[in-house]
């Protein structure tokens, strides 16, 4: 198999198994399943993914990479890991206990076009027409799903659920484009921000006084969270952009996503997905499609 198909077949897993995680998220923290705590499913998955980072390294002999690292990198991934995972996740999880999987999902799907806005003051970029157009077609998916259609009266359903679920993309977005300056490995770089992330969790349950033993449903779910939304996925997907000839043939992929995401939630939570959920999430990926086709042809 030459290399172009077998990163083709590795993203397509990727994508996959990334459809699942907001079904998954929703188990874990909804009060109809495992009821899970947003602290709680952050610790877990971010110690079980440091674990899948921990033990890729030392198999491929990358750990002793570590040791090279300065005071100052330690410092950057510490910085790093406050974005990403700890306060994204933070913000992302609380949306979820708060939205229907099917509004939450789609909603935080807007980062593509947050890191443009956020390009502008922070890397000096200029936006274009094209970007203008492309979130203006976006920012109109998003209220579609808001509203759940009923654009006249503009009644966003759940505001606090809604500005978390948008808000999540600020920290993700920013950890991006900071980390266009990191030229560390990339696993290295996952471990240390998975690991610095398990400590901000930790200490901040240990100030809250809600440290708690999860059962073994609990413990499950969690896992499931950590190894495919932020583990072993997070592999796979890197493995894809490494064999691909150039990784927009790949990174396109990603935006089958959300509509993967809407099939397991209906078959795996039972919700009935609203035409304006689809119709919402079609105008925000395509948006971002707009945006980046026209960059790419331009």
């Known amino acids: 198999m030459k290399n172009q198909h077998k990163a083709y077949l590795l993203a397509g897993v990727a994508v996959v198994l990334w459809s699942t995680s907001a079904s998954a998220f929703k188990i874990c923290l909804s009060p109809e399943y495992l009821n899970i705590s947003e602290l709680s ?12 980072m921990f033990i890729h390294l030392t198999i491929r002999g990358k750990f002793a990479r570590l040791r090279n690292l300065s005071r100052r990198d330690y410092l950057y991934s510490g910085v790093m890991g406050f974005l990403n995972p700890f306060l994204y996740y933070l913000i992302l999880f609380k949306a979820y206990s708060i939205l229907p999987a099917q509004q939450a999902q789609p909603l935080n799907f807007v980062w593509p076009l947050v890191i443009v806005l956020l390009s502008v003051p922070l890397l000096k970029q200029k936006i274009k027409r094209r970007d203008i157009i492309a979130i203006m077609i976006s920012f109109l998916g998003v209220v579609v799903i808001s509203t759940e259609g009923r654009l006249l009266s503009f009644t966003v359903t759940d505001p606090l659920g809604v500005a978390l679920a948008l808000g999540s993309s600020i920290p993700w977005a920013l950890f991006w484009i900071y980390n266009l300056k990191d030229r560390q490995d990339a696993v290295v770089r996952l471990f240390l921000n998975f690991a610095f992330a398990s400590c901000y969790v930790f200490v901040t349950m240990l100030l809250r006084g809600r440290v708690k033993p999860p059962t073994l449903n609990q413990t499950l779910g969690i896992a499931y969270v950590g190894l495919v939304e932020m583990g072993i996925t997070f592999l796979i997907w890197l493995q894809a952009l490494k064999l691909s000839e150039t990784t927009a043939h790949v990174t396109n992929l990603i935006y089958l996503v959300p509509f993967g995401a809407l099939v397991v939630i ?10 304006s959920t689809i119709a919402g999430a079609i105008l925000i990926i395509g948006g971002i499609a707009f945006q980046k086709f026209r960059k790419e042809h331009s």
């Open 266 to 275: 209906h078959f795996v939570l039972g919700e009935d997905i609203h035409f």
């Open 41 to 52: 499913v952050l610790l877990g998955a971010s110690l079980t993914s440091t674990a899948v």
